[in-house]
């Protein structure tokens, strides 16, 4: 059956166009490829320049590194990146460090988008994702921990551009309210053997005492 197509087939193309199947086949591929070239230069251009212009969105070159200095932890989260007008801002060993190159590995929807704006430390050296793991306290850490932090923190000091530290959130306690009543005490009970002591000598007598007294 699919012979005596192909043999109907030859005869109709030779008796309209009065050319051999070869030739007509021929004609037909070198047609349809000058189609796809020239419609590649006209009727493709507006996909062409919409492609470079989303690329060129994407790579707009980012601001330079905001020196932020000292700030806490609950201000570092304002550089998570969820907006795109503040740099992301990421913590290692309390110092914060720029990451907004590598946002499509820290920012929305990366694979480490839930180490922005934070101090990582104790997630990155345990390579955890749990809530309980991202903070700063890496006490507790075994040695293998501890090395691959320090791994963590080589890359960023040569990848990233420190822009902080977090402070030291621990309440310092007035020295000075804290010392005056401890001295008091001290002077205190300095006294109290001063005053005791003439009435304890009075009514405690020594056995020396006590035989010179007899005599």
């Known amino acids: ?13 030779t008796a309209y166009t009065g050319l051999s199947p070869a030739t007509f086949f021929t004609v037909l591929a070198l047609g349809l490829a000058a189609y796809y070239v020239i419609s590649g230069f006209f009727g493709g251009s507006d996909n062409h320049q919409h ?6 969105e994407q790579m707009q070159p980012l601001p330079p590194p ?4 000292e700030v806490t932890e609950e201000e570092l989260k304002q550089y998570d990146g969820t907006d795109s007008t503040k740099p992301l801002l990421m913590a290692i ?40 793991d991202l903070t700063g306290d890496v006490s507790g850490l075994g ?21 902080g530290t977090i402070k030291n959130t621990v309440p310092v306690t007035d020295g000075t309210s804290t010392s005056e ?11 109290k053997p001063a005053e005791d002591g003439p009435a304890a ?9 006590a035989e010179s007294k007899e005599e």
């Open 66 to 69: 905001v020196q932020l200095g």
């Open 181 to 191: 009543p401890a001295a008091e005490a001290t002077e205190s009970d300095a006294s």
């Open 1 to 13: 059956m699919a012979l005596e197509l192909w043999e109907t087939l030859k005869e109709a193309i």
């Open 143 to 163: 040695p293998f921990e501890l090395e691959a932090l320090q791994d963590w923190e080589y890359k960023f000091m040569s990848k990233y551009e420190k822009v």
């Open 51 to 56: 492609v470079p212009r989303q690329y060129e």
């Open 93 to 132: 060993k309390g110092q914060i460090y720029d990451v907004s190159q590598s946002r499509m590995f820290y920012g929305p929807g990366g694979p480490y988008a839930l180490f922005a704006g934070k101090d990582a430390s104790r997630a990155l050296a345990k390579m955890s994702f749990e809530d309980k």
């Open 201 to 209: 000598t009075a009514h405690v007598e020594t056995p020396a005492v």
